[in-house]
């Protein structure tokens, strides 16, 4: 029996879109090929007993500034822990920048540096509400904010110029945010995630959900079923013949939806899919642990995620390289998540998520290289693993894929890469062929856990579809 619309991916897009649509007053069914929902933000046990991990994200900056998810309340149905460090960055002579959620007190711990730091951050955390209405929504709009526009824009042209108004840890810390985007670019595109996402340290926080990412789609899932949608769990669909749906949204890889809609799309149109610009893809450790990370500077501790790569310009060059090259001191993202949820490890153990960039479809098992770059700040850390697991750039696309070599970004996220996404356009959601939809992060506004892509997608279905404007 056809429904009125049907969703093909359960990720966090996928179940954004599903509810969006269900919530319109649509009959909705949503199919997943895995026998869970969650895509990229699911949380498994591994080869552990009673220790748990999150397979893709596991720090979540968007998800309390996200329009969408405010909009449904969902900080009323997942329980976060936003941790008074939102991340701390060391340096090789000890140094250590500690990113309080207090903007204060991290430009007091900054000494010298921290009036530049707060020159660059602090009008843009101020007007955070407004800066994350502007960014999580397509580029090519009129600005409904032109404060906040004129204020972002002003700080990422000063980041753009090397050390203007910070210096070399401020500029490190800013750096390692930007750096969460792989491919180590330095245009405005690049530039302004990392300021966008370093002032979100000193607004909502970086939060950490209790349970893991798994919760944040679960309770997506609930709502949606609450709303009377219906989910398919262990169904893959190979071919849109399988669909009876008129519409259909694909929370997939653009490669997966010119696959599976075959001819419906203008062979012009699939052409641009199959050709997406792909990211570095990345390699992910989970890691179970007997004691916590020995930390050499114990501030670290208390930090939801700790970055490890060393001064601005090492960033940089390093992620550059990891274009092509895995390297042997990459720039690594670490979080401690059982520091701030004991459910997650059995007691007296801690689970440990570790991730590099390496090129994309890269197969290099990063272990010793992240292992490495952990005990040069926190001596003796080896002698605390008891389990790890790598999940390499094609494991990662073995478990989900949408992230097609590895790459978690859904493409290139330069500005070519965000203005054409997959095509340029201001309603990117939609495809030449009536009634489907591309609903995933390689659309507009781009990558992290919001569920602004898949939300988006379905109010371009709504309008076009159905005559509704939601």
């Avoid at 997942?78 to 309080?100: C, K, M, N, Q, Y």
């Avoid at 843009?124 to 502007?134: G, K």
């Avoid at 520091?339 to 153990?349: T, Y």
């Amino acid at each position: 029996m056809a429904f009125d619309a049907a969703v093909i991916g359960a990720g966090p897009n996928g179940l954004a879109a599903a509810l969006t649509l269900a919530r319109a007053g649509l009959e909705v069914r949503l199919i997943e090929r895995n026998p869970g929902v969650g895509g990229a933000a699911r949380t498994r046990e591994l080869g552990y007993p009673g220790a748990v991990h999150d397979l893709g994200s596991a720090v979540h900056p968007m998800s309390l500034v996200s329009p969408f998810f405010e909009s449904i309340g969902l900080r009323r149905h997942v329980d976060f822990t936003v941790p008074e460090i939102s991340f701390a960055h060391p340096l090789a002579d000890g140094r250590a920048g500690i990113a309080w959620r207090d903007l204060d007190r991290t430009v007091a711990g900054l000494g010298a540096e921290g009036p530049g730091y707060r020159r660059i951050l602090g009008p843009v955390a101020e007007r955070m509400e407004a800066t994350a209405d502007m960014l999580l929504h397509p580029l090519l709009r009129l600005p409904r904010h032109p404060g906040a526009l004129a204020a972002f824009g002003l700080r990422a042209a000063q980041l753009m110029v090397p050390r203007l108004g910070t210096g070399e840890l401020a500029a490190a810390m800013i750096a390692g945010c930007g750096a969460h985007t792989a491919g180590g670019g330095r245009g405005p595109s690049a530039t302004g995630a990392g300021l966008f996402l370093a002032a979100a340290a000193h607004s909502a926080g970086w939060p950490i959900p209790r349970g893991g990412s798994q919760s944040i789609s679960d309770a997506l899932a609930n709502m949606f079923t609450e709303a009377g949608g219906s989910i398919e769990l262990d169904t893959e669909v190979r071919d849109l013949a399988q669909i009876p749906e008129k519409t259909v949204l694909f929370d997939t890889s653009p490669e997966s939806m010119a696959r599976i809609a075959g001819a419906r799309l203008p062979e012009k149109y699939a052409k641009r899919l199959t050709g997406t610009r792909r990211a570095p893809g990345s390699c992910v450790v989970h890691y179970v642990l007997n004691a916590p990370v020995p930390w050499a500077n114990a501030e670290l501790a208390d930090a939801g995620t700790v970055h490890l790569g060393g001064t601005a310009a090492q960033i940089g060059r390093g992620e550059r390289r990891a274009r092509t090259v895995a390297s042997g001191a990459p720039y690594v993202i670490v979080s401690q998540p059982s520091r701030f949820d004991p459910s997650r490890a059995p007691e007296g153990k801690h689970v440990l998520w570790a991730y590099c960039h390496v090129p994309n479809g890269d197969p290099s098992d990063m272990t010793a290289a992240i292992g490495r770059q952990l005990e040069a700040v926190a001596p003796g850390f080896t002698d605390t693993v008891e389990y790890s697991e790598a999940v390499t750039a094609p494991g990662l696309q073995a478990q989900n894929p949408n992230l097609v070599g590895g790459d978690i970004s859904g493409g290139m996220t330069d500005m070519l890469g965000m203005l054409v996404r997959p095509v340029f356009s201001a309603d990117a959601w939609a495809t030449p062929a009536k009634g489907l939809y591309l609903a995933s992060s390689s659309t507009p506004p781009g990558p992290a856990v919001h569920g602004m892509n898949g939300h988006l997608a379905a109010l371009s279905a709504l309008r076009r579809e159905f005559g509704i404007r939601a």
